[in-house]
T-cell receptor
Framework: GAVVSQHPSRVICKSGTSVKIECRSLDFQATTMFWYRQFPKQSLMLMATSNEGSKATYEQGVEKDKFLINHASLTLSTLTVTSAHPEDSSFYICSARERGDQETQYFGPGTRLLVL | AQSVTQLDSQVPVFEEAPVELRCNYS??????LFWYVQYPNQGLQLLLKYLSGSTLVKGINGFEAEFNKSQTSFHLRKPSVHISDTAEYFCAVTTNRDDKIIFGKGTRLHILP
């Protein structure tokens, strides 16, 4: 149980294009989803917290117009990197918290974004 | 605010030897503690968690951790490691008042043949 998927697992795009990453909870309802960014050999950096049906809460220093987050249903959240640039290249990981379990986050497998 | 310290960035261990990965936390309120494992190019997998109750927590893959409130520690242990345990291990903390999980910087476990 508590499986989270991400799609795509890897994406290469040209500078200036937008990229959408999907995060799905496969076998549970996720009232809250989180988006993280991880640089090589570093820990996870929380970008934003999204609650189903409401606007995402962004961490300080994260541009909300750059990283658009939508949490339209209890099983799906999307992160859109708009007008991507090479410095946006990174490993993006989502996590989800199951309804009724306020402590544990279950993580997706990650999406590696490379912007050329 | 909570914080997590993983003092060892890398731990080399011979195969079949025991290992301990250290984690210390700071918090002014009661905490929930987690250990996650990350294999190369993958997301994080929950190894074990401490929410309340018994301070010795057993997780998957033969790992266990002990919550020590007086020493504010939550060290991860395994009596005999396998080559497949090579990965990055993250300790994390949260509270019942906070949405966020705070991660340590991670410890790379390197298994030597």
């Amino acid at each position: 149980g508590a499986v989270v998927s991400q799609h795509p697992s890897r994406v290469i795009c040209k500078s200036g294009t937008s990229v959408k990453i999907e995060c799905r909870s496969l076998d549970f309802q996720a009232t809250t989803m989180f988006w993280y960014r991880q640089f090589p050999k570093q820990s996870l950096m929380l970008m934003a917290t999204s609650n189903e049906g409401s606007k995402a809460t962004y961490e300080q220093g994260v541009e909300k117009d750059k990283f658009l987050i939508n949490h339209a249903s209890l099983t799906l959240s999307t992160l859109t990197v708009t007008s991507a640039h090479p410095e946006d290249s990174s490993f993006y990981i989502c996590s989800a918290r199951e309804r009724g379990d306020q402590e544990t986050q279950y993580f997706g497998p990650g999406t590696r974004l490379l912007v050329l | 605010a909570q914080s997590v310290t993983q003092l060892d960035s890398q731990v080399p261990v011979f195969e079949e030897a025991p290992v301990e990965l250290r984690c210390n936390y700071s918090s002014s309120v009661s905490v929930y503690l987690f250990w996650y494992v990350q294999y190369p190019n993958q997301g994080l997998q929950l190894l074990l968690k401490y929410l309340s109750g018994s301070t010795l927590v057993k997780g998957i893959n033969g790992f266990e951790a002990e919550f020590n409130k007086s020493q504010t520690s939550f060290h991860l242990r395994k009596p005999s490691v396998h080559i497949s345990d090579t990965a990055e291990y993250f300790c994390a903390v949260t509270t019942n008042r906070d949405d966020k999980i705070i991660f340590g910087k991670g410890t790379r476990l390197h298994i030597l043949p």
